[in-house]
C-alpha cells in the first residue's frame, strides 16, 4: 500500500524554523515528483515548493512559489526515502495545513497543479504566531 507520512508540522514565533518530513511507505519516493502544498483557512490549496525525480531526464529539478522562494528548501534523502521541506524565517501568512504529494512526472511551469499528484499524504499544522 502506498503511503506518505508528513510529520514535523507545530507552533512557532515569527522569525523562526520547522522542518516538515515527508516519509513514503510502499514505493520509492525518487521515483517520483514530490510537492508541498500548503491550505490555509478559507483558501484554496497552493503549492509551495517540489522536487523531481533523481532519474528525470532533466536531473534533480526544484521549485518554489514566489511567497517561500528565499526562505524555503526542500531535499531529498533517500536513504531514508524522505522529502523535507526546511522552512526558515517564518511568517504569520505561512500559517496552514501543510500537505505532501507524489506524482508520476515532472510538470514544469505546471508543477503547482494539484491535478499532477497522485498520492497525499495527511496534513500537518504549522502555526506561525507570537
Known amino acids: 500500500q502506498l503511503q506518505l507520512v508528513v510529520s514535523g508540522g507545530g507552533l512557532v514565533q515569527p522569525g523562526g524554523s520547522l522542518r516538515l518530513s515527508c516519509a513514503a511507505s510502499?514505493?520509492?519516493?525518487?521515483?517520483?515528483?514530490i510537492a508541498w502544498f500548503r491550505q490555509a483557512p478559507g483558501k484554496e490549496r497552493e503549492g509551495v515548493s517540489c522536487?523531481?525525480?533523481?532519474?528525470?531526464?532533466?536531473?534533480?529539478?526544484?521549485n518554489y512559489s514566489d511567497s517561500v522562494k528565499g526562505r524555503f528548501t526542500i531535499s531529498r534523502d533517500n536513504a531514508k526515502n524522505t522529502v523535507y521541506l526546511q522552512m526558515n524565517s517564518l511568517k504569520p501568512e505561512d500559517t496552514a495545513i501543510y500537505y505532501c504529494?507524489?506524482?508520476?512526472?515532472?510538470?514544469?511551469?505546471?508543477?503547482?497543479?494539484?491535478?499532477?499528484?497522485?498520492?497525499w499524504g495527511q496534513g500537518t499544522q504549522v502555526t506561525v504566531s507570537s
Open positions: 504529494a507524489a506524482g508520476e512526472y515532472y510538470g514544469g511551469s505546471y508543477w503547482a497543479r494539484r491535478s499532477r499528484y497522485d498520492y
Open positions: 510502499g514505493f520509492t519516493l525518487d521515483y517520483y515528483t
Open positions: 522536487i523531481s525525480s533523481s532519474y528525470s531526464s532533466s536531473g534533480v529539478r526544484t
